[in-house]
């Protein structure tokens, strides 16, 4: 199937939409399995459909999803984008399939996952330095980064280098769902203020909320302008946009039993119409 790349998305009601459109495929591919990372999809869907729609061009940029269990957005974003055949999302989480359900290096419509947390920034700063170091002054590098992993060393040890560099065609965008694994991430590690420690680093950095699609895409238009590395951090919910579910979901792995998930899709559908 010979794919290109959809027109960019102008106006921020098309890009909410567009949001909803990948919630919908992410609630698909795991009412498949029951449950999975639909949580990631819900918190992020509004920042990939800003990413993949204003900001990614395949032929210059690169795209890094530090969370390897993000990359359900990202495939529904591509696909939603005219980058992945829709139909390959029917074999998502499945043996052998190249959508496997935590990124890989075989991950398609993005240039690096990251299995281990927190290597993703690292990963962008080396593409970013590439680039400059190659004379490609056009390109330009956009990393996913979950808030639970602004608690790695790492982390910062990459943040504190792209911004003694200035590397100015680098924007991270971190999505501040207050959500991990071992619960919220405020009750695990304190990383408040985020804003001024990326700052303290020679950052760029905007504080939204990463559910309205305005903000988040003026504040993607001032980091690609800025003279320096810039980050956006994105508040967000790992329920967003999905009335339907319990009030107890654990938004980090949600179970979508068969039920709940005609429901989902439904809600969606609906609001689609």
Request: proline share 4%.
């Amino acid at each position: 199937m010979d794919l290109k790349p959809e027109s960019p998305v102008e106006s921020s009601g098309e890009l909410a939409e567009l949001a909803d459109r990948i919630r919908l495929r992410a609630v698909r591919m795991v009412a498949m399995h029951g449950l999975g990372y639909l949580g990631q999809a819900l918190s992020s869907a509004e920042i990939l459909a800003t990413v993949y729609r204003r900001v990614y061009r395949p032929d210059a940029d690169r795209i890094v999803i530090s969370p390897g269990h993000y990359v359900i957005g990202a495939f529904a974003a591509a696909a939603e984008s005219g980058l992945l055949d829709p139909a390959a999302l029917a074999t998502y989480g499945h043996d052998g399939s190249r959508l496997e359900a935590i990124g890989t290096e075989r991950s398609p419509s993005v240039d690096l996952t990251c299995g281990s947390l927190g290597q993703g920034l690292s990963a962008a700063v080396g593409f970013a330095l590439s680039d400059r170091l190659r004379g490609r002054a056009d390109a330009r590098t956009v990393v996913l980064v979950s808030d639970g992993e602004l608690e790695e060393g790492q982390v910062w040890e990459a943040a504190m280098f792209a911004g003694h560099h200035r590397l100015d065609r680098l924007v991270a965008l971190v999505d501040a769902n207050n959500s991990q694994v071992d619960g919220p991430v405020a009750e695990i590690t304190t990383i408040e203020p985020v804003a001024d420690k990326w700052r303290a680093f020679g950052w760029h950095a905007q504080d939204v909320d990463g559910h309205d699609t305005g903000a988040l895409a003026a504040a993607v238009e001032a980091a690609l302008e800025a003279d320096r590395p810039a980050v956006v951090i994105a508040r967000t919910s790992t329920t967003t946009g999905l009335d339907c579910l319990p009030d107890n979901t654990d938004g980090h792995f949600v179970k979508l039993p068969a039920e709940l998930a005609e429901r989902a899709a439904a809600e969606l559908e609906a609001r689609l119409a």
